[in-house]
């Protein structure tokens, strides 16, 4: 009786995530189909052409940048922290959802993660390396920002290892630096899939020298495994770390509307609610462009649109709390500061932040818009918009009016701010076509695993 | 002209786990069982021990804490102590932080170095390669390979073996020039 309700119950999550009959081997025909494509397809070309004019962009504003000073940016006192800032948080956040699904919903065995955990953990990737370019540029000497290294110098000179900065730099290289890792180690076997399918001895040279000889054999498969569980289990402290790191940048200041001990957790979930977003917008397209619907299937944007309610109503209850305790505290300036945010000059900042992050994902209680997918696709551009206004309300919003009324003043950015934050998308965006266009966007050898007869005890009577 | 040894191969997975479990009852120690994705159950169907990968991973993530907390103090004790605004030195909760972002990247190096070194790759020659229809074990393939240096091979006997367990395909791994 138990063993056939198992039996059933793999064969309906197979059917469910992976419809229509698949094989192992149209499995690998479909995924490996695309890089292997002999004529690109034209949408590819357009966003490439986008995507390398944004590119263009950020190159151009970058070096005027380096040559003029941060002078060109918005930034002022009291608002010594603008959009650089801004930016990096919200690149950091989106890069957290990608680790969350490729590491935390492995351990918890959410087979679910197996069609878009490639694709989360490469835009993790390229989203923390939008993030890092901000820390290296806000410094105004750019060509010193390896001072953040703890590297013995002439000058006998070393970081300040008790500084949140500092804190923050460790996190965020180690950060890139493992999920380089475990994206790499992801991508053995399947590169070795690549090498094996191979028609020409250029791309049998290119995939084979990255494969590392893989064989598939079940003496690698053992360490292998073992070193894929064992980074997954590490990565799970280290993503919750990041982002609490990232929001101790704010909480150890004394500056009312920062100094809250309830950051580092609403950092996070925000991080992993605006990260959904991106991955739910990224597969859309994908699937769109590439015709992958029974590969990343309704199932799966619907149960990404579930941790986008959760992770929602996680940040709404952050919202409430701080006004709460704002309230609770009896501290004047405390309060002023939420008041300020809600009804001061920048209302419309806090207000899009509350719409696009509270209100939108409450749809998602319905089945029916989970499972739509135009308005999911405006609702997870939606997410980031008003994640992006998260980080403006915090960091604008709070420096522009502190303690006294003679140090207020007003922010606006320059188009410099505009041009270095669009740019970030062209690196992003050509880093990630190019991703879709020469490696496989869906891992194979997991892939598999969502068949029932991957398991070998599939139809056992023991 | 020298051989290596003989490929076998089964149907699916079940198949390849059930042959396993035969090849290591018939006393061949040096084979392996070569699938698209990891089965479950095979290590024990192999008769493998566990991996030691985990010794290695602890010991580089200790090194990394080591290091992590060492290097902070003694920065801020002997080298370069930074008074700012009278905090202490040894502010040892302070260093948590970078203490465990360095344990989890030297974890992170001893699991996928560590696990390149116990595969022992990159090794881009190897003779299972010589197979032509071996390479669909990275698709839809399921193969065991028997190697000429396991103690009881003997290469009539070890072919028909593999015949008896249910192996198609069979084929003498060997090298062409």
Known sequence: MQKSDYKSRALVNAEQLLPGNQTFTSITNDIAGVPEQKKTPIQWWLLFGLALSLLGVFAGSLGYLIWEGTGIWGINMPVAWGWAIINFVWWVGIGHAGTLISAILHLFRQNWRNAINRFAETMTLFAVICALVFPGIHIGRIWVAYWFFPLPNQMGMWPNFRSPLIWDFFAVFTYFTVSLLFWYTGLIPDLATLRDRAKTSLRKKVYGFFALGWRGGNRQWQHYELAYLVLAGISTPLVLSVHSVVSSDFATSVIPGWHTTIFPPYFVAGAIYSGFGMVMTLSIIARKVYNLDHIITLEHLDKMAQIMLLTGCMVGYAYAMEFFVAWYSGNPYESFAFVNRALGPYWWGYWAMIFCNVVVPQFFWFTKYRRHIPFLFITSILVNIGMWFERFVIVVITLHRDFLPGAWAMYSPTIWDVAIYLGTFGLFFTGFLLFLRFLPMVSIAEAKLVLPESNPHHGDDH | MANYGIIAKFESPSALLHAAEKVRDSGFTNFDCHSPFPIHGMDEAMGLK????????????????????????????????????????????????????????????????????????????????????????????????????????????????????????????????
Do not use: C
């Not at chain 2, 103090?73 to 002997?78: D, K, Y």
């Not at chain 2, 700012?84 to 932080?97: D, H, M, Q, W």
């Not at chain 2, 974890?107 to 170095?113: H, L, T, W």
């Not at chain 2, 790759?121 to 074990?137: A, E, G, M």
């Open chain 2, 50 to 177: 566990r991996s030691k990968l985990g010794f290695i991973i602890g010991a580089m993530g200790l090194t990394g804490a080591l290091f992590g907390f060492g290097l902070q103090t003694w920065v801020h004790l002997v080298e370069y102590p930074l008074n700012i605004s009278g905090k202490p030195y040894f502010a040892y909760p302070a260093y948590l932080i970078i203490t465990f972002e360095l344990m989890v990247l030297f974890s992170a190096f001893g699991a996928v170095f560590g696990m390149m070194f116990l595969n022992k790759i990159p090794r881009f020659n190897h003779p299972v390669f010589y197979s032509d229809k071996f390479s669909d074990v990275s698709s839809d393939a399921f193969y065991i390979s028997i190697e000429l240096t396991d103690p009881i091979f003997d290469e009539n006997k070890t072919k028909s073996f593999l015949k008896e367990i249910g192996g198609t395909d069979i084929e003498v791994l060997s090298d062409e020039n």
